[in-house]
């Protein structure tokens, strides 16, 4: 049984995972040893911001985001921020955590810049441009992995418009080893200034 980008809506926050997993029992009742990879996961109640849509003011310099994640079959994962503008991915931040043995989570510590990672987003809602701007929408996503490699490699990350969510995944005798967890965020991009303090500054 393969099951394949499992959306659930839990909490506030989108989840979008994917999994692989198999139990086969044939005609003669010879039990196949099951393959299981289970895909990193989050602990929502950690995720930060935990909202399902970010209001960001048009000259916001940076918001954070942050999250506890474990596996249960892997202790060294990575994940990646990526904006998306409706054009064009960017990667926003990126790193590699380790996840104790004993089941203390991993922390995800990432930061957003808004004015690099939603360019055209920030020009068309800036206010003091434009007194007619509207609000814009991008969206953020946070994936989380086991693979040890991403399909498009950090060096890679400014030339390319899609694909950096996902992973080099070679299947294993039928069975692809590595799996991706996605967190997904509304981002809007409002024509209003922040109130003061431009550091983690969602409404």
């Known amino acids: 049984m393969l099951l394949q980008h499992v959306v659930r809506i839990l909490g506030q926050a989108t989840l979008v995972g994917s999994l692989t ?4 029992i044939p005609p003669d009742r010879v039990l196949i040893e099951e393959r299981v990879n289970s895909a990193p996961e989050l602990d929502l109640p ?5 909202q399902l849509i970010l209001e960001v003011p048009y000259d916001c310099r940076r918001f954070r985001v942050r999250a506890n994640v474990i596996d249960k079959n892997d202790t060294d994962l990575m994940y990646r921020l990526v904006a998306f503008d409706g054009t064009r991915q ?3 931040d990126a790193g590699s955590i380790t996840v104790d043995e004993a089941g203390e989570p991993g922390i995800i510590r990432g930061r957003v810049t808004p004015g690099s990672d939603y360019p055209l987003l920030v020009e068309k809602a800036d206010v003091s441009v434009n007194t007619d701007a509207e609000a814009q929408i991008g969206v953020l996503s946070l994936f989380v992995t086991d693979a040890p490699q991403w399909l498009v490699p950090p060096d890679e990350v400014d030339v390319t418009e899609s694909g950096l969510g996902e992973i080099v995944n070679p299947e294993v005798e039928g069975f692809p080893p590595y799996s991706v967890t996605e967190v997904r965020w509304t981002v809007l991009i409002e024509p209003e200034a922040t109130l003061g303090n431009s550091e983690d500054c969602l409404k």
């Open 21 to 24: 997993s198999a139990c086969l």
């Open 90 to 92: 960017r990667e926003s």
């Open 46 to 50: 950690t995720i930060d911001p935990p």
